[in-house]
């Protein structure tokens, strides 16, 4: 998976540092560029196709929510009686 795509975790305030960088590579000014295009606060998780083309894209507090989900019905799951 790594050859073909990659999986980005940010944080905007460090995307913003790195667009204005002017003393870092053109590339990676527009790379934060575009992940902040498609940007969800406050942490962010993109998965994009070598050339930059997002795919998929999670925030960290959707993903914290359908966690919190989950325990919940693992845990009535074990509180269920066998029958």
Same mark, same amino acid.
């Given at each position: ?26 590339? +990676?000014?527009?790379? *934060? ?5 498609? =940007? ?6 993109? %998965? ?14 959707? +993903?914290?929510?359908? *966690? ?5 019905? =693992? ?6 009686? %066998?029958?």
């Amino acid at each position: 998976m790594n050859d073909r795509f990659v999986n980005v975790w940010t944080v905007v305030e460090e995307l913003e540092r790195l667009k204005s960088d002017e003393s870092i590579d053109p590339g +990676l000014r527009v790379f *934060a560029k575009t992940l902040l295009d498609d =940007y969800h606060y406050p942490v962010d998780s993109q %998965l994009r196709t070598h050339d930059g083309r997002l795919v998929r894209q999670i925030a960290a507090n959707d +993903l914290m929510t359908a *966690a919190a989900r989950m325990d919940r019905a =693992y845990l009535e799951f074990l509180q269920k009686p %066998l029958e």
